[in-house]
DNA sequence: TTGAAAGCGCTAACAT
DNA sequence: ATGTTAGCGCTTTCAA
C-alpha cells in the first residue's frame, strides 16, 4: 500500500510540514533525532512522494517533452538517448512524442506536454507545420522553456540549435567533384523541409562554383526513409548515366544501395555515394558509406545545455549552427 | 496566460462543478444554453484543462511508463514506436525510460514512474536485474496495471509476451546444418540475459539433433550491440576455422560483417553468417542477411491489447509466446 | 438544473 | 524547533 506524507506525519508524531522538510533534505531548524526518527519511519513503510501532487504544489514537474518526427530514424534515437540521459543527470524526465511528421498531431502532442505542466519542450518540427500558422502562433506563446533542433522554424521566439546543412551538402558535393565527377545526381528529402532545402542548396552551389551545369532529371526527392531512397535510387539509375549521387541522408543511402545492387550496378565503381548522418551503420555496410557526419553528441549537448540555461532564467544563445565533417570511406570511385 | 477552471467558471457566471462536467462531455443535467456558452469561453481563453491536477483527482494519469534497455536499437525503438502509436489512440502517452541495460537504473526508473502514479508499466528488464532481489520484489508488489515483454523473468505476477527465442535458435542453426555447415561459430549475448541464453541452447540442441559435437572454442559473447559483434568476429574469425556463423542478433551481425571484411573474407563464400531479428538494414546490406525474424508488430500489438485489458480489470492471458521466422536472403552459402 | 464543500498529496508562508 | 493554514487545479459527493 502506498502511503503518503499525513501518514508518516502521524507515525512519526510530526506534522506534515516537518516531514516535508525532512524528507526533502532541506537543512533547516529540525533536530537530529526527529530527522533521523522521521527517515526511518519512511524508509520503513517505503514512503515515495507523489511527483503529481509534489508538481502541482510547486508548479514544477521535473518533464521534459520531447517532440521528435520518428523515433526509429537512428539520428533521432540517439540524439533522444543522449538528451535524456543528459537531463536526467540533472533531475529531468522525458516525456517522449513522435509525430511521424504529421502536423496536426504535433499541435496536440504539445497541448498535451503543457497540460502536464512540463517544465521545458525539446522540438523538431516536421514539415506540415511550417505551413501550420496555428502551431506557430502557439509556439510564440510559448512560456516555458523551449528549444528546437534539427529542423529549422523562422521566427521562433526561442533558441533553435542545428548543423550547417547547406554546408554539409557542399562539402559532400565538392567531395565527389574533386574525384572526378561531373555527373552527379541528388536525392533529396521532401522539399517542404527546410533541411532538406538546404541540403538541395549545397549541392547546386557546389555544382555552379565547379562550373557544373544544373541537371533537374538528375534530382529526385525522397522522404529521409529507406523505402524511399530506394525507389529514387531505381529511378535515377533507370533513367539516367550519373556517375556520381549524393544522397541527403544515410537512411536512403541504404534504399539506394539496395537499388543499386539489385540493378547489377556495384558501388563505388559503377557508381559512387556520399550520404549525410553518418549512421552507425554506414560503417558496417560491405562498401563502408562516405557520408558527413553530424555530430549527435555534440548537437544533444547543445540542446540540453541551453534547455537547462533558459529553466535557470539564465541568458541563451539565438541560434546555433554546428558544422557538419565529411567522413571519408569507400563508397566514392577515383575517376581520373 | 492559461486559465483555470475557476476563471471559466466566473465569467461564465456558474461553479467550478458544472464547468467541469460541461468540458469534460459528461451528458448530465445542465442546459444547452449554459452548456454553450462554457464552450465558447473555454475557446475563447483557450483553456486547457491541467492533466496534473486532475490527475491528482481522479487517481489516473493516462500516463504509461516503458521501460526498455536501449531505444538506439532498432527493435526497441521500433517496438517503442508501434506501442506509443498504439496507446495514444486509447488516450495514453508514453514517459519512456533508457536503462542502458543498468541494473540499478531501473530500479530508480520504476519507481520514477510508480511517484508519476503511471496507469501502467511496460518493461524490458535488463540482465542484471533478474539477480535482483530487491527490484522482483517491488515488482511482485506492484498495483497497477504491468506487462513485462522480451526478456523474460520467472515468478512476475503479470502478463509476460516475447518471442521463442530456442526456437528461432534452432531454426537458424537448422538452416546452416541443412545447408551442409558443420563448423558452426556462435556469437551470442551476455550470458545473463535469458534470451542470450535462450538463443545459445537453441543452438547448442540443433547441433545436437544434427549429431554435430558441440565445441567450446566456436562460442563467442558480446552484448547484443554493434561493436561487440565486430570483437566476437575477429576473435572468432582470427582463431578458428568455421564455415559459418549464428550471430543471436542483427546489430552483432553487422559487427560481424566489418570484421569479416576487415580479415578479407567474403560473405557468404568464406563464411556463412544468420543473424537474429530481421532489423530493417539486413535488407540493406550489400549481402543480406538471413536472419530470424521477430515481428515487432504482433510483439507490441500484445503488449497493448494485454495492458489495456489489465488496465480495465479483464482477465489477462499468462504468457504468450511469439514463434518467429527464418528469413532467407544471401548470406548463407550450401555447401557440397 | 446547479452549487458548496471536501479532498487528492504535497509545499510554503506565516505563526508560535 | 515545530505546527497551522492555505492553496496548487481539478473531480466528486452531497445538498439545494
Redesign the interface.
Known amino acids: 500500500?502506498?502511503v503518503n506524507l499525513k501518514y508518516i506525519a502521524e507515525k512519526a508524531n510530526l506534522s506534515p510540514t516537518t516531514v516535508s522538510l525532512i524528507l526533502n533534505g532541506k537543512n533547516v531548524r529540525v533536530s537530529q533525532e526527529k530527522r533521523e526518527l522521521v527517515l526511518k519511519i519512511a524508509e520503513k513503510y517505503n514512503y515515495?512522494?507523489?511527483?503529481?501532487?509534489r508538481?502541482?504544489a510547486t508548479k514544477k514537474?521535473n518533464?521534459i517533452g520531447l517532440v521528435i518526427p520518428?523515433?526509429?530514424n537512428?539520428f533521432f534515437?540517439?540524439t533522444?538517448?543522449i538528451i535524456?540521459?543528459t537531463l536526467r543527470k540533472y533531475g529531468y524526465?522525458?516525456?517522449?512524442?513522435?509525430t511521424?511528421d504529421q502536423g496536426n498531431d504535433e499541435h496536440k502532442y504539445i497541448?498535451?506536454l503543457?497540460?502536464?505542466?512540463v517544465d521545458g519542450l525539446i522540438i523538431c518540427i516536421s514539415h506540415d507545420s511550417l505551413f501550420n500558422n496555428d502551431l506557430l502562433h502557439k509556439l510564440n506563446q510559448l512560456?516555458i522553456a523551449c528549444v528546437a533542433f534539427d529542423r529549422f522554424i523562422p521566427d521562433l521566439p526561442f533558441p533553435y540549435v542545428s548543423i550547417d546543412n547547406e554546408y554539409g551538402a557542399r562539402i559532400a558535393t565538392d567531395y565527389l567533384i574533386s574525384n572526378g565527377h561531373r555527373k552527379i545526381g541528388f536525392i533529396g528529402g521532401a522539399t517542404n523541409v527546410l533541411s532538406a532545402r538546404q541540403r538541395f542548396d549545397g549541392y547546386k552551389k557546389s555544382l555552379e562554383k565547379a562550373g557544373i551545369t544544373f541537371n533537374q532529371s538528375y534530382v529526385k526527392h525522397g522522404n529521409y526513409q529507406?523505402e524511399s531512397g530506394y525507389v529514387a535510387g531505381k529511378e535515377l539509375l533507370e533513367t539516367n548515366d550519373v556517375s556520381a549521387v549524393f544522397v541527403a541522408n544515410d537512411m536512403m543511402a541504404?534504399?539506394f544501395?539496395?537499388a543499386a545492387?539489385e540493378l547489377g550496378k556495384k558501388?563505388p565503381d559503377d557508381i559512387s555515394v556520399v550520404g549525410f548522418d553518418d549512421l552507425?551503420?554506414s560503417?558496417?555496410?560491405?562498401?563502408p558509406l562516405t557520408t558527413i557526419k553530424q555530430s549527435t553528441k555534440e548537437l544533444a549537448k547543445y540542446v540540453c545545455d541551453i534547455l537547462l540555461k533558459e529553466i535557470k532564467g539564465e541568458k541563451v544563445p539565438r541560434n546555433i549552427l554546428l558544422n557538419p565533417t565529411l567522413t571519408v570511406r569507400s563508397s566514392v570511385k577515383r575517376l581520373k
Open positions: 500500500m502506498r515515495k512522494p507523489s511527483s503529481l501532487a508538481a502541482l514537474t518533464i520518428d523515433i526509429t537512428y534515437a540517439e533522444a538517448l535524456e540521459t524526465s522525458l516525456i517522449l512524442c513522435n511521424a497541448d498535451l503543457l497540460s502536464y505542466g512560456e529507406f541504404y534504399g544501395y539496395k545492387r558501388i552507425l551503420f560503417e558496417a555496410l560491405d562498401v
